[in-house]
């Protein structure tokens, strides 16, 4: 019987080792400092994103994952499917469908299977009257409104980079509520709102707002403002910028950004939306449109895990 155990937990260990990858199997996925529940949560990832696997947590429960945009964290093992290398490769190379609703469910007959956020990535099966069928990287299965989706394919040939389409995609999410190191619809903060919005129009750009301010081209002046620019918020320190907010500027004067809940606010002091407090502490823009992939941003066309 002893042999037997240790034959077993063998091939148990042989299995993990050759599991180094997941792909987030719930609509959003928490990543916390330290892998336990009541740890502080550092950043989220969405249905059908691929993770790195850094180390497997005590009894398996809690692993240490990087995701696309080299963020790290631990997250319940729930939360994902585990894959080999091989089995990533599948996953990626699998004809998919995007969500582009800001929300969704997932529905087998009258039985919700789970629900799906904007941006999310499910296997694509078929077609069934008005819906797609789909599989979840776990491979359970079910039905998405047509409505609320696209395929892979389809969605590439009408991706709109454009500054009013991102600034459109801004504007959907206004109102929504503030959530620290939230990433997706249901809750966000300040970079993360930025991270969703572009990521609706398959851009990846860095999970927090200082490494944001370093990408694109760096823009002096509110005079300068383009709709699309990233404005960042925070105090000088000498010549060394402490950022430690980020909005998208839509024009006239304003901006979008996260803090309470997804707001508008103004940079002119006799606009109905001045925001005073925020204009203090403006520090400048970055311009990323039109996007250019360079250090800092990539697209799942592009990106290592998306592409392994």
Not at 106 to 115: I, L, S
């Amino acid at each position: 019987m002893k042999r037997l155990f240790a034959a077993v937990a063998i091939l148990i260990g042989t299995i993990a080792s050759a599991q180094e990858y997941g792909v987030v199997n719930i609509s959003v996925c928490n990543l916390r400092d330290v892998p336990q529940y009541s740890a502080e949560m550092v950043s989220q990832a969405i249905m059908g994103t691929p993770l790195r696997i850094l180390q497997r947590g005590g009894e398996y429960n809690w692993p240490e994952v990087q995701t696309p945009d080299t963020y790290t964290g631990w997250v319940h093992k729930d939360a994902i499917a585990y894959m080999s290398a091989e089995e990533l490769h599948e996953w990626n190379a699998a004809p998919k469908v995007v969500v582009t609703a800001l929300w969704s469910v997932v529905k087998n007959g009258k039985e919700t299977v789970c629900d799906v956020v904007a941006g999310s990535r499910l296997r694509y099966i078929g077609k069934k009257g008005c819906s797609y069928k789909v599989a979840l990287p776990d491979g359970r299965t079910g039905l998405i409104s047509k409505a609320d989706a696209s395929l892979e394919e389809d969605w590439r040939k009408g991706i709109d980079k454009s500054a009013d389409a991102i600034v459109a995609t801004a504007l959907s999410m206004n109102g929504f509520p503030y959530l620290w190191a939230g990433m997706s619809p249901k809750g966000m903060d300040c970079s993360g709102f930025v991270r969703t919005v572009l990521f609706m129009h398959d851009v990846i750009i860095p999970r927090d707002a200082g490494p944001q301010s370093r990408t694109g081209e760096r823009v002096l002046g509110l005079s300068a403002l383009e709709k699309g620019d990233l404005v960042f918020f925070g105090r000088w320190d000498g010549e060394t910028p402490r950022v430690s907010h980020v909005g998208i500027y839509i024009g006239g004067g304003r901006f979008i950004h996260s803090l309470g809940l997804v707001k508008i606010g103004s940079f002119n002091a006799d606009d109905p939306l001045y925001d005073a407090y925020n204009t203090g502490r403006y520090l400048f823009a970055s311009r990323i449109l039109p996007i250019k992939e360079q250090d800092g941003i990539s697209t799942t066309l592009s990106n290592e895990l998306y592409q392994f």
